[in-house]
């Protein structure tokens, strides 16, 4: 029990399996490993959401297939908040960079790792692998922790009397806990926790909430959203209101969402993590300002938060205010959040706000502290600077370094391909903006680029083409359309 305290859990399961190899009735010791074993692997569900291949694309709890914008997080809001695609880069389904990365989201897509939909539903071996799926990635990691521990399960659950241990309180509540979070077998959880609400006469409200857990887990969330709804009733708590959110987040609800989080933050007004989900419900909608306003609130509930202070630090930067965001960035290096990606914004801050020397120290730091994943950022980010000092030189080296260290960074073969047209290179240029167009197919730029280059070289119909594909992903951009209107002339006179 000492060692639970202090958080080493290991040794207390330790502990706990040579005493129960000498007295394996001891209820005591079974119950202190399997607190120890769940607390190992536990994680708070509440706050992360993660879909597998097969439930993204065969999602089939979207209330209205042409929902109005706004109403869908598959349908954001357009120019919310007076964001242009053109100020702020955009993501491949429309919304607005953010700037903490969350599971389930990114910040930008990484081709290189965007799912082939044949392959991802066929599986490795076609006809004997299953979609991945997030119950699917449960089963694999329940698969993986038990091997990590000797290959021996703690709980033998083919053998375990359900209805008999239900009746056993704390016993069963710890069993559940540890089917969920160790062997990551929510089926078994279920049975598990519907015989122990029926054993608590269908008044326990914790039990209700497993059992909405566990349905949540299985997909079924009508099911899911019935039992927390009835734990709510018998004891109001935070977490269930937590999960009933994210409940409606799969079934495409986030104003119900929403809702539920405003009646929620009037009886539990002193915590953060309500203002913090209402926020990314309202980034995902892409309705900035809301979740700007959500983000300050949950930020004065909890002055420490990383995610609300990054993100309202990126909001303040791309409402061109680099030095309201440069006091953000340096109020995450003094909460110990001193990665290479808060390096690298700090770095585009300073740029900004006209402190050059700084800027380049910030950026040498980012080279310094960034892992294999903003690599190629840092390095883009640096042939941005140097743009903006009129080094050429340096920013075409920069640009080639991030095209190098990751292969898939489409926007420095955009950059790339326009310093090529600068140098009258069109042959490479054009190589290095197909390159952009494969890689990012969201990105505007390199489209736009790809017809400029063309109507110069005289191939107007391939120009026209890109054109197109340029105003498809951005209607607004002006450029855009009026080299579509002067391409019009041209045809139109011919």
């Known amino acids: 029990m000492s060692k639970m305290r202090r958080q080493k859990l290991s040794d207390a399961a330790a502990i706990c399996g040579g005493l129960l190899a000498s007295n394996s009735r001891d209820e005591a010791v079974w119950y202190l490993k399997c607190r120890a074993l769940t607390a190992e692997q536990y994680v708070d569900e509440s706050e992360m959401e993660e879909e597998g291949?097969?439930?993204?694309?065969?999602?089939?709890?979207?209330?209205?297939?042409?929902?109005?914008?706004?109403?869908?997080?598959?349908?954001?809001m357009t120019r919310a908040g007076g964001l242009e695609q053109g100020m702020r880069p955009m993501t491949s389904s429309g919304r607005p960079v953010t700037g903490f990365l969350r599971p389930g989201t990114s910040s930008r897509p990484m081709t290189g790792q965007q799912m082939d939909v044949s392959t991802a539903m066929r599986g490795p071996r076609p006809g004997t692998s299953r979609p991945a799926t997030a119950l699917g990635r449960e089963v694999r990691l329940g698969t993986a922790s038990l091997d990590s521990g000797g290959g021996a399960a703690f709980v033998d659950t083919d053998r375990l009397d359900l209805k008999r241990m239900a009746k056993r309180g704390a016993l069963a509540a710890a069993l559940v806990e540890y089917l969920l979070y160790v062997e990551r077998n929510p089926r078994k959880a279920l049975e598990l926790a519907a015989e122990a609400t029926a054993a608590a006469d269908f008044k326990d409200w914790w039990w209700k909430a497993r059992l909405g857990r566990c349905y949540h887990k299985l997909g079924m969330y009508r099911d899911a959203e019935k039992q927390l709804k009835s734990s709510l009733k018998d004891q109001d708590m935070l977490l269930t209101h937590l999960e009933l959110v994210k409940v409606y987040q799969r079934l495409d609800l986030p104003n119900t969402a929403l809702d539920l989080l405003a009646r929620a933050a009037v009886r539990h007004d002193g915590d953060a993590r309500l203002a913090l989900a209402s926020a990314r419900l309202h980034e995902a909608l892409s309705a900035a300002e809301a979740a700007g306003a959500a983000y300050k609130t949950a930020l004065a509930l909890d002055p420490t938060n990383v995610e609300a202070t990054a993100s309202l630090a990126v909001n303040y930067f791309y409402a061109d205010q680099p030095e309201v965001a440069l006091r953000y960035y340096q109020r995450l290096l003094q909460c110990g959040a001193s990665g290479g990606a808060v390096w690298n914004n700090l770095g585009l801050c300073c740029f900004y706000g006209g402190q050059y020397d700084m800027a380049l120290g910030c950026l040498d730091r980012a080279l310094t502290a960034a892992g294999d994943d903003i690599i190629g950022d840092v390095w883009y980010n640096i042939a941005q600077v140097a743009i903006g000092m009129?080094?050429?030189?340096?920013?075409?080296?920069?640009?080639?370094?991030?095209?190098?260290?990751?292969?898939n960074h489409a926007e420095s073969f955009c950059n790339l391909g326009v310093l090529e047209m600068r140098k009258q290179n069109n042959d490479s240029a054009r190589v290095n903006l197909l390159r952009a167009q494969t890689l990012g197919p969201w990105l505007f730029e390199a489209f736009y680029n790809g017809a400029l280059l063309d109507y110069r070289t005289g191939n107007f119909q391939e120009a026209y083409r890109q054109c197109q594909r340029a105003l498809e992903l951005f209607p607004e951009h002006s450029e855009c359309k009026e080299l579509m209107d002067t391409l019009a002339a041209l045809f139109a006179a011919m």
């Open 390 to 407: 009129g080094d050429v030189g340096m920013a075409y080296q920069a640009l080639r370094v991030a095209s190098t260290v990751d292969t």
């Open 53 to 76: 291949v097969a439930e993204i694309l065969l999602d089939s709890n979207a209330t209205a297939d042409m929902p109005r914008p706004g109403t869908s997080l598959n349908r954001p």
